[in-house]
């Protein structure tokens, strides 16, 4: 089991669309729970880390 290196201003491509069509999420906050925000209309969503994980399909741009 790897744990991925997710960052404050990752930008992370999910495999299955949000209801808006956006596939693009910015990562706002870290730690047990994910924050992100849809880069297609703004929603902002909060969900398990384990979960998140698996819903993210690519890394667009990682925070360097």
């Known amino acids: 089991m790897t744990i991925l290196r997710i960052e404050v201003g990752?930008?992370?491509?999910?495999?299955?669309?949000?209801?808006?069509?956006?596939?693009?999420?910015?990562?706002t906050?870290?730690?047990?729970?994910?924050?992100?925000?849809?880069?297609?209309c703004?929603?902002?969503?909060?969900?398990?880390r384990s979960r998140f994980e698996k819903a993210v399909k690519e890394f667009v741009s990682p925070q360097e």
């Open 29 to 40: 906050r870290t730690g047990t729970d994910v924050a992100a925000v849809c880069l297609c």
């Open 42 to 48: 703004g929603r902002r969503v909060m969900m398990g």
């Open 10 to 27: 990752d930008v992370v491509r999910m495999k299955k669309p949000h209801p808006c069509g956006g596939l693009e999420w910015e990562v």
